[in-house]
């Protein structure tokens, strides 16, 4: 296979990444593209925990608990007490294919609706927070894990193609799709409480990813009683570092916050594996790597408070996804691709996004236990554009959830619900591979439904002492008198 197609073949990840429904401005694509497509993973990178995802994950300016430093790092500040934290979600998506039709409209063919469901349970977020006293001001440090993105998938629909005209039945088809891994951020966070009102927040991200996707395409051709196929497995890595900074302004009846997300370069590796009844120029690639460009975000949010007990909450999130781009590709091995539309870098016609979040969260007392109610909103738009309609996919999301507080403990549930319809192009006939390259054959509309349900379980420690001893006896030792030896 050429450097050129070796490289090209390489956006197979990132359209796994991204679930793009944009057909490549390359005519046909070339391989591994189209089939990673099929996946459709979610891309958004969202904060942790289950109390922000109640409230829509509208927390920038309220960032008050454990999970904060995935929203906003300054808001750690604000915790005067040892905590753990951990999150689990349990996910359960399903995808609806229907109205599919061939793109060449003198082929007048339909595919029947399918459908795709499956269920999911991890593990969110992780942290352990310790806040300290400086100047008289509060400084927290935090260690968390935080899962950003699941590539959890698995797809088996069968359907048939039939004539338009006729309803004759030609084909059966069979879509395969098993992927598993994740990409995921150790933290260390700290934050200062610089004056009353105004804490600032900092952290280090170290993004490691190990995940693996494959794929069986199968077609029975009716007339003669054949089938073709190909299966293809790709297995891939990533890893990389990044900073995030926060600000937090807190007033009686309103906070401020914002957190910059900096940009960074990843290194990313892969390899793949092609087997198949149909002759092809086609095969598995060896150990690649490349560079991914992944681009600054920024979030602004505010926090109205017109009660001690009741908070309205509201994000402003901007990607800027035009920017996200593969290096090293080409024939050349320099160019620059934006890995949404595989455009070249300055004629790509990614936008850049915003995304809008509110939220709210109600608290009372039942006797001595702290209770709490939340709600939310959000929409999502979708970076990736269809080439033949410029259509762009947005995603609507509900949220509810509750909380309660019993002595030292913590316990938070979240419910979401998220919704998308988007046009999409879709690889259909596995015999393709056949000329060396695949393209789109069909164009239909696919419904996305993701549920999400979060579990927080928090342990708060009664005061800094005990903690502040183990440290000291960690980086310190038991004995104070200099010239000792610690044991």
Request: proline share 3%; net charge neutral.
């Amino acid at each position: 296979m050429t450097r050129k197609v070796a490289g090209m073949s390489l956006v197979a990840l990132f359209l796994i990444l991204s679930g793009s429904s944009a057909i490549a401005q390359i005519n046909p694509l070339p391989f591994g593209i189209i089939i990673a497509e099929q996946s459709r993973p979610s891309f958004s990178v969202v904060g942790a925990g289950a109390r922000s995802a109640g409230m829509g994950g509208a927390f920038t300016a309220l960032a008050d608990d454990a999970a904060a430093a995935s929203f906003n790092p300054a808001g750690l500040a604000l915790l005067v007490k040892p905590e753990v934290t951990v999150v689990g979600v349990g996910t359960r998506r399903t995808d609806l294919y229907r109205g599919f039709i061939a793109i060449d409209a003198q082929r007048r063919e339909g595919y029947g609706d399918s459908q795709v469901a499956f269920d999911t349970t991890d593990l969110n977020f992780a942290a352990f927070t310790v806040p300290f006293e400086v100047a008289r001001r509060n400084l927290c440090v935090q260690l968390s894990y935080h899962k950003a993105i699941d590539f959890t998938y698995s797809g088996d629909r069968s359907f048939g193609a039939a004539s338009l005209t006729t309803g004759v039945v030609d084909a059966y088809y069979r879509q395969f799709v098993e992927q598993s891994g994740d990409i995921h951020t150790y933290s260390l966070a700290l934050a200062y409480e610089l004056t009353q009102r105004l804490s600032l927040g900092v952290s280090l991200s170290r993004w490691e990813g190990s995940w693996t996707f494959a794929t069986l395409d199968v077609q029975h051709d009716v007339a003669s009683g054949s089938d073709s196929y190909f299966a293809y497995q790709q297995n891939n890595h990533l890893e990389g570092w990044n900073w995030n900074a926060g600000a937090l302004l807190r007033y009686r009846y309103l906070n401020v916050g914002a957190m910059y997300r900096f940009d960074f370069d990843a290194d990313y590796a892969f390899d793949s594996a092609l087997a198949t009844n149909i002759s092809t120029p086609l095969t598995g690639e060896p150990r690649l790597r490349r560079p991914l460009h992944w681009p600054r975000s920024w979030t602004v949010g505010i926090a109205v408070k017109p009660t001690d007990t009741w908070h309205i909450t509201a994000d402003y999130a901007r990607y800027d996804w035009s920017k996200m781009e593969i290096k090293n590709l080409g024939e050349s091995g320099t160019d620059r691709y934006n890995f949404f539309d595989f455009r070249l870098s300055d004629q790509t016609t990614t936008p850049d996004i915003g995304q809008w979040r509110f939220g709210s969260e109600f608290t009372f007392f039942a006797g001595r236990t702290l209770m709490a109610l939340r709600g939310g909103y959000f929409r999502e738009g979708q970076p990736q554009r269809l080439a033949f309609s410029g259509h762009q996919s947005t995603v609507d999301g509900y949220s509810g959830g509750f909380g309660i507080k019993v002595g030292r403990f913590s316990v938070d549930l979240a419910y979401q619900r998220r919704q998308g319809t988007e046009l999409r192009a879709q690889f259909i006939d596995p015999r393709q591979i056949a000329s060396g390259k695949l393209q789109a054959t069909a164009k239909g509309e696919v419904r996305t439904t993701d549920q999400r349900l979060y579990l927080a379980l928090l342990y708060q420690f009664p005061s800094s002492e005990g903690v502040n001893k183990v440290l000291h006896f960690l980086f310190v030792g038991p004995n104070e008198n200099k010239g000792q030896d610690a044991p």
